[in-house]
C-alpha cells in the first residue's frame, strides 16, 4: 500500500507531490546530500555526514502557486540557501552570545499553530502570544532569520518580555508600515489592509496600538492572513457581520495561496489586547460566538446605540 502523503502535503495534488520530491531529490544531489521525508519536513544528510531537519510548509506552498517552469528554480533556491544555513546558523549563534552585538536585530515572527511542530521548535524561544498563533523569536541578519535559542535568551539578562518589547520596538523603527483602503468602488463595508516591504508586517499585530485608534471603544476586527499584510475593520455598526464575513473569506484565500501563511482566523483588537474571535464554519457561512467578552462588549455596545 502506498504511504499517504506527509501533513505538510495535503493542501498539494499527488502530481505535484510527486513532482517537488524529484525537484527536491535532484537539488540536493548537486550538494551531495540525501533526504528523507518526515510529517514534519525533510530530514537531510550532509555530505559530511551532517543530518540536519527542515520544515517544508512554505516551500510546498510557494511550489504550488509557482508557474510550471519557474518550479525548478523554486526548489533549487531553496535547497541552494538550506544547504549553506547550516554555517551560517553556527555562525549567527556564536554573535547571540554578546546581546550587544544583536540588539538591534532582535525581532519576532508570527506563526499558524502548527508551527510548534516544526523541527527544534523545543529548543527555540516560542510562546502562545493569543489563542491562534505562534510567536518565535529571531535575529534579523538581514537576508537571514535565525531562531534564538533558550540558551542564548538565557544568556541575555533579559526576561522573556524584556526581549518580546525589545523585538517590537525595532520592529517599529527598522519596519514601518503603511495603511491603505481597499480600493474605492468595492462593495461592502470598509476595510483597510496594513502592508509593508518586509516580513514583520504581520508582527505588528501585537502592537496595534501604534497603528489604530485606540479611542474606539468597540474596538477592531483584523486578520492575519500572512507574514507581509494584515486587513483590518473599524467596528461602527451593525456592517461588522458583513465585514467578518468579507474577512475570513479573504484571509482563508490569502491563507491557502501565499507562502509565510500565519492565520485564517479573525481576532479583536480591543483596549490594547489581541484575542482570537471564536467561529465556526457552517457551509460557506461564518458563524460568530457571542457569548463571551467579544459578544459582550460589541453585540450588546452595537444594540445600545440602536436603542439610543
Given at each position: ?5 506527509p501533513?505538510?502535503?495535503?493542501r ?15 537539488a540536493?544531489a548537486?550538494?551531495r ?5 518526515t ?5 537531510v ?14 516551500l ?33 549563534l556564536e ?11 532582535v525581532k ?9 511542530h516544526?523541527?527544534g ?17 529571531v ?8 531562531s ?8 541575555w ?23 491603505a ?6 462593495p ?12 514583520y508586517?504581520a508582527?505588528?499585530a ?34 461588522v ?18 507562502a ?5 482566523e ?8 489581541l484575542?482570537r ?15 463571551g ?16
Amino acid at each position: 500500500m502506498q504511504k499517504p502523503p506527509p501533513s505538510w502535503a495535503a493542501r498539494m495534488s499527488v502530481s505535484d507531490y510527486g513532482e517537488l520530491l524529484r525537484e527536491l531529490r535532484a537539488a540536493l544531489a548537486r550538494h551531495r546530500a540525501t533526504f528523507r521525508v518526515t510529517d514534519e519536513g525533510l530530514l537531510v544528510t550532509e555530505a559530511d555526514g551532517a543530518e540536519e531537519k527542515y520544515g517544508l510548509d512554505n516551500l510546498s506552498r510557494e511550489f504550488t502557486s509557482a508557474r510550471r517552469a519557474a518550479r525548478r528554480k523554486v526548489v533549487q533556491s531553496y535547497v541552494d540557501a538550506l544547504v549553506g544555513s547550516r554555517r551560517r546558523v553556527e555562525a549567527c549563534l556564536e554573535q547571540m552570545k554578546d546581546l550587544d552585538k544583536v540588539r538591534p536585530r532582535v525581532k519576532l515572527r508570527l506563526h499558524p499553530p502548527s508551527h510548534v511542530h516544526q523541527p527544534g521548535i523545543d529548543h527555540i524561544v516560542h510562546w502562545t502570544p493569543t489563542e491562534g498563533l505562534v510567536a518565535t523569536l529571531v535575529c534579523d541578519f538581514d537576508s537571514f532569520n535565525c531562531s534564538v535559542p533558550d540558551s542564548a535568551l538565557a544568556g541575555w539578562a533579559l526576561s522573556r518580555d524584556e526581549a518580546v518589547a525589545l523585538a517590537l520596538e525595532n520592529i517599529a523603527a527598522q519596519d514601518p508600515v503603511e495603511v491603505a483602503p481597499t480600493p474605492s468602488g468595492t462593495p461592502g463595508p470598509p476595510l483597510y489592509v496594513i502592508h509593508g516591504p518586509g516580513s514583520y508586517t504581520a508582527s505588528h499585530a501585537l502592537m496595534l496600538d501604534r497603528i489604530l485608534d485606540g479611542a474606539r471603544p468597540l474596538g477592531f476586527i483584523v486578520a492575519i492572513p500572512t507574514r507581509d499584510a494584515l486587513i483590518y475593520h473599524p467596528i461602527r455598526d451593525a456592517s461588522v457581520q458583513e465585514a467578518m464575513q468579507l474577512m475570513f473569506m479573504m484571509a482563508e484565500r490569502f491563507y491557502e495561496d501565499g507562502a509565510g501563511a500565519v492565520s485564517k482566523e479573525l481576532f479583536w483588537w480591543h483596549r490594547g489586547k489581541l484575542s482570537r474571535i471564536p467561529t465556526a464554519r457552517i457551509g460557506e457561512r461564518l458563524v460568530i460566538d457571542g457569548t463571551g467578552e467579544f459578544g459582550d462588549v460589541v453585540y450588546r455596545g452595537l444594540a445600545r446605540q440602536q436603542v439610543n
